[in-house]
Structure formats: C-alpha cells, structure tokens
C-alpha cells in the first residue's frame, strides 16, 4: 500500500513536472506524451525519443535527466530486433545514465541537484538510484561540492524517514572514496536533535569503515553510564553504534574488548556478537574471561 | 572581590563536576562502583551499581567481592534481640516496596507481601515476640502465631542509582545491621561469549568449553558450549586454512579429548539433553573415528533413544564409511524393524560389495514391507549391476504389492534416466 503510494506520488509529481517544463524541442515533447501514457512499452519508446532529442540539441537538460532516469538494460538484449543492441545495452548502464544525470545538472545546477537529493533518490528502483547516485558522485568530483554536501545535510536532517535513508546511503557511498571530508561532516551530525539523523549518522560511519570515527562511536556507546539523562545516548543508537565499531573491524577491535569487558555496559552481548563475526584473536582473552565470571550470589560484608 | 567571585565560580563547578560523577568510592567498604548504564533496566531487567574496583584487605575485599560484579539489591537486617525495636524496623523495611521480611529464630524467613502503602501486615510485636495476629491478614496467610518469636526485621533495597547506593550503606551501617550485597549475572553475556568463541576457531577455547559441558549444571551454557566446540572440530577439518592459529587448533583437536567427550556424552545415561547427545553425533561424524562405531551402534540400536537421533547415529556411521560396515550388518541382523531400518539406510549409503549382499538376500527373505522399501532405496544407491538386477528380479516377484511396485517403477526409472 506504501509503496503503492510513494510510487503514485512521485508520477505526480513527474508528471506535473514534465508538463511545468514547457519544451519546445519536438522529441522531448514526445517522449514526455509517451511516458504519460498507457501504451505498450512506453519507457522504452520514450528513451528513444530522449536520445534523438538529444541528437537534436545536445545542451538540453531535461532529455538528458530523462533519459538517465528512463534508459535501463532491460530494453536490450540479444532477443530483441535491434542490431546494435550491444551498444544500447552498455549505453544503459549506471555509469551512463549517472552521466546523463549529471550532463542535467551541468546545465541547470540548483534544480537537478534538487531532484536527484529529494526526488530521484526516491524512486523505488535499484537502477534509477543507482544513476542518482553515480551523477551525485561525479558532482561531489566535478560541481559544486558545498552545495552537494548541503543539500545532502539538509536531506539526513528532514523529518522524512527516505530522505534521512537515501542521504545516509549516499555520504556513506561517496564517504568510502572521500572519508576525510564526509566523516567529520557525519561526525558533527551526532549532536542534532532529532535521534533518527544520529541513528543514519551512525549507520554511514559504520558503513564508510574509516578508523577516525571510532573515538566518536565509543564516546556515543560509553555515554549509557553518564549520571544526567540528556548526556545519554539513546540505546538504538548505541547499539548501532557498537554495530558499526563491528563494520569498521581493524583498530575497533580494542575498543569492542572494551565494551565487552565493561560490566556495567547493556552492550556487552553486541560487542561480543560483533567480536565474534571479526574473528580476532585479540577477542579470544577477554571472552574466556567472561566465561569465569561470577553468577548471581550473595555476600555478606562484614565491618 | 574578583578573586572571590573566581573561587566561588570554581566551587560551584567543583560541585556540579563532582555531582555529575557517575562514580563513588565507598571509603568504608573499600570499593569503587559505577551507575551502570541506563538501558540494562529495559533491556536485560537488570538494576544495580558495578564494583569497578575492590581495594585490597578492606571489608569488600575480605568478603570476596569482585570487580565487575553487579550489585542489584543490598540488604539489611534490623536485629530485635529482647528490647525490640518492631515498629520502626518493619516501617523501614516496607518502606520502598511494601514487603515486610521477618526472619524467625527458628530460621524461617517470612515475606508478607501487602497491597498498598500503608496497609498493616496484620501482626503486634511485644520486644521480639509476636502477641496478635489479625484473623484474614498476611501475617495469617502467612501461619504466623501468637508466641513466634522474631529474630531479625530485613530490609531488602533494590539499587538502581549510585544515590540509592549510598543511602542505603548509610542507613544500614547506622543502625550496624548486618549488610549483604545480592549481585546479578548479566544474563546473556557468558552465553555470548561461548557462542564467540565457536567462531573465532581458536585452540584456546577448547578447554574452557569442555570443561562447561563437564562441569557446568546450566543447560543454557551447556548447549552453547557444545555446539561451539562442533564448530572448532569442523574448522579444524576444514582444509582451506593454514595459519599457525588453525594449526593449533587442528593439534588441539586431534589430541583426542574432545572426541572422548563426545563419545562419553552422546550416551542416554550420562547426559539428559537430547540436543546435546544430538550435538556429540554430529562431532563424531565430523571426526569418523573408528573408536566411535562401538558407541554409535549402540545408539542406533538403543529403543529408548529418540528415533531422530538413532537415525543421526547411523547417518553418523555412514561417515565413518567401510570400518562400520561389520558393525552394520552385525545390528542389521540382530536388530528389529527400526534398527534394520536405520542399518539398511547406512549400509546403502557406505556401499560396497558386502553391504549390497547383504542387503540383497534380505530383500529375498524379509516380510516387512517398510524395512523393504528402506532396502530397494539402499540398492538403488549402491546402483551397480547386481544391485540393479536384484531390484528387477524383485519386480517381477511382487507385482501384486502395489506400493512397492510403484516405488521399485520410481526407483528403476531413475537408475536408467542416471545411466543414460
């Protein structure tokens, strides 16, 4: 039903702005009529129609958008009636649809980087965000990184569960290639107010593996024992906090030695859980200790 | 003036600093505890303080307190002795939770249990010597009596913050009550730990796991253990490391004390669990000594056992492969229906010239219509060309046996689609 939605919204919203963008480049005009009808094949038929709009007038931003959102593999195979449909095939990938994409926001900067954060990202479909993700890759190499990194703050800050998700999913893609400017960034974000930006801060730290957000991961997971309340983490995102020490293995692997060895810490069962999906022997000591521990006794103490 | 606004400042943060601290040091018990971590409550039920650490011969020490033990309740008793002192010791003592412990000099311990703050438990005490108990009331419920005589008043505080640490070891040690600390176990955390330690494939983990299973009277640590150590005996058989590490391991486990154990432990009469016996099949298949085959028939042929893990037992002889054939055919022909069953099942499996004729001649001469079926399934394996023949002939002796005709069909039509 949800997604029913969310998939019958974004065609709206789709449709409306296909019809806003007035064009006047002939093909353009029919691929937009072809997608907004009921016919047979429409996607692929409208793709055709973007390249030859394309054809026409290279520098047109939409066609290029439009066929990076529309264009996929599926179209071409050896079955189908095209000759050269090797060629069309390899033309769909991710890489040249994210390219596409991004040839749309060369052209018009602020409004495609608007629609890939908050629109593209959305669609239900592992292709198209793909390519999204692929054109806002090559924007944080070749555009305007500020107002990338801006726009994909305001996005894990919403108050919408999908764009707090796609954000997290893209700073943590473009953060495995560039940990040194997005851990910070992601850093910072663990003191925002609303729990659920910290929850996917956590998430993409964990998923970048970078060593330098360890200090900042077990300063979240250690925060359960502070005397005040508001200086406590919340325990989903401690828990996810030791999750994503486990991602990042290597250097954390003392730091989760710790957190199991911590008596009074509710995250012992995690950090052992995490220890032993890494393998390490560094964890072997601090378990086998944990074996010899106490049960539940009583004793007296005399004075 | 400024020098005195600085300091005053200092002081103010000093004690906010020291406020917030969410250690203490017990300078009297000679301990250092910690506010253990807020969500333990909510997710694992438990409440408490942490002993981070126990200075040497001070009165924790010489009880035996250790770091890391979680201290959840301390408790108190109120000694009445012949003054008496009722009233104000069962205030206290139902103060937080409406419970009133009374300890006879008899030695029974007595927990009335009332309603509301406030509500009487339903007794007078005269010194130390009960003098009315109200008809109806807990203390009655109880078989409390006119004439019991009451040794001490406890008073049982849960902790839940360093401060009600620090009040209750005030409060107690005011009155030189006598003190115990109730610690809990993180329930899990050993559990975890014993399933950890499966996967890291160390050789080191052995011992301790063993001597869990042996010695351990929890079943929910026993388990675990056993099935951890299955898992070090299949990575010690695994063949795609070679690391100093595993080779450690390999060494540990062809020293021979974890395939004793399992032989020992696979046996109904020395362990109850039946996953664990279940467990112990599994490592000796995994191990396929030929010591294990005397024990494994005897499972197999065991009617008290679980049929699952009788027929693991014989799956567990078809690993060890031709040494347990003699064992085999031995129970084969000694045993009933259910051993027969499971036998034939296990000599298909191994093949071979003996087991197939075997086999064979008892295809010829039993009755039983499912030891049969079981046969013709044994033989369509083993699937050489007497074994094949014996099927045919079979075929032709039982036409009118609809069930077996139709699965000897099934069977035949197979052996041709595979040799095709």
């Known amino acids: 039903m949800n997604r029913c939605l969310r998939g019958s919204i974004i065609s709206i919203c789709l449709a409306v702005f296909l019809v806003s963008c007035g064009s006047h480049n002939e093909y353009l005009s029919k691929g937009k009529e072809l997608i907004k009808s009921e016919r047979r094949r429409k996607e692929e038929r409208a793709v055709a129609q973007f390249k030859l709009a394309i054809q026409q007038e290279p520098s047109n931003a939409e066609a290029h958008y439009l066929l990076g959102f529309y264009d996929s593999q599926e179209f071409y195979n050896a079955k189908s009636s095209s000759e050269n449909w090797e060629e069309y095939w390899e033309k769909a990938s991710t890489e040249n649809r994210g390219k596409h994409m991004f040839l749309a926001y060369q052209q018009e900067q602020n409004k495609y980087l608007e629609i890939l954060v908050f629109e593209t990202l959305r669609r239900n479909e592992p292709g198209v965000q793909n390519a999204a993700l692929n054109a806002l890759k090559r924007i944080y190499k070749q555009g305007d990184r500020d107002k990338l990194l801006k726009s994909l703050k305001k996005a894990i800050k919403s108050k919408d569960n999908r764009d707090r998700h796609d954000a997290h999913w893209v700073l943590a893609e473009i953060g495995k290639d560039a940990p040194g400017t997005i851990v910070p960034l992601l850093v910072e974000l663990l003191d925002h107010k609303r729990k659920e930006t910290r929850l996917n801060a956590v998430k993409a730290l964990g998923e970048i593996r970078d060593e330098n957000a360890i200090p900042e991961l077990v300063k979240i997971v250690n925060s359960g024992s502070a005397k005040r309340a508001k200086d406590r983490e919340s325990p989903e995102v401690r828990q996810l906090a030791v999750e994503a020490l486990g991602k990042i293995g290597g250097a954390a692997v003392k730091e989760l030695v710790e957190i199991a060895e911590n008596k009074g810490s509710s995250l012992r069962v995690d950090a052992i859980q995490a220890l032993a999906t890494l393998g390490d022997e560094r964890a072997v000591n601090p378990l086998l200790n944990a074996l010899g521990e106490q049960g539940s006794r009583e004793v007296e103490i005399k004075f | ?237 695994s063949s795609t490391h070679s690391t100093e590490r595993f080779n450690a391991l390999r060494e540990k486990i062809a020293d021979g004390r974890v395939l004793a154990l399992a032989q020992m432990y696979v046996k109904r009469a020395v362990e109850a669990d039946q996953e664990i016996r279940r467990t112990c099949i599994g490592i000796l298949g995994v191990l396929k000594p030929q010591s294990a085959i005397g024990v494994l028939t005897a499972v197999m042929e065991d009617s008290g056992e679980v049929p699952g893990i009788r027929f693991q037992a014989g799956l567990g002889l078809s690993q060890i492969g031709a040494d347990a054939v003699d064992s085999l055919i031995a129970a084969f022909e000694r045993g009933d229906a259910n051993v027969k069953n499971i036998a034939a099942s296990a000599l298909g499996n191994i093949g071979g010239i003996r087991s197939r004729d075997v086999l064979i001649d008892a295809l010829d001469s039993l009755e039983d219509l499912t030891i049969r079926l079981t046969i013709v399934d044994a033989l369509a394996k083993i699937g050489d060309a007497p074994a094949i023949q014996a099927l045919q002939n079979q075929k032709v002796r039982f036409q009118d046996e609809s069930s077996l005709n139709t699965f000897l069909n099934e069977v035949l039509g197979q052996l041709e689609a595979r040799s095709m």
């Open chain 2, 1 to 237: 003036m400024l020098v005195k606004i600085q300091s005053l400042l200092l002081i103010v943060i000093l004690i906010c600093a020291v406020g917030c601290e969410n250690r203490y040091h017990d300078e009297q018990f000679k301990i250092h505890v910690q506010q253990l971590d807020s969500d333990l409550e909510n997710r694992w039920s438990t409440n408490g303080v942490v002993v981070i650490s126990v200075e040497p011969n001070g009165p924790a020490a010489r009880a035996q307190l250790e770091e890391g033990e979680l201290i959840s309740y301390v408790v108190g008793e109120y000694s009445l002795g012949s003054e008496g002192n009722y009233g104000r010791a069962a205030k206290k003592s139902m103060h937080e939770d409406n419970n009133l412990i009374l300890r006879f000099t008899d030695g029974r311990i007595v927990r009335l249990a009332v309603r509301r703050s406030g509500d009487k438990p339903g007794l007078k005490v005269d010194g130390n010597v009960v003098n009315e108990v109200k008809g109806g009331s807990p203390a009655a419920n109880a078989n409390i009596q006119v004439g019991d005589s009451i040794d001490a008043v406890i008073d049982e505080r849960k902790i839940r913050t360093i401060d009600d640490y620090k009040e209750a070891i005030e409060e107690f040690t005011k009155h030189g009550s006598k003190i115990t600390f109730r610690t809990t176990e993180l329930a899990g955390v050993r559990i975890a730990a014993v399933e950890a330690l499966g996967e890291l494939g160390d050789a080191r983990a052995v011992d301790p796991l063993m001597d869990i299973v042996e010695q351990s009277g929890d079943l929910s640590l026993r388990k675990p253990a056993i099935r951890s150590l299955a898992r070090l005996v299949d990575f010690s058989q």
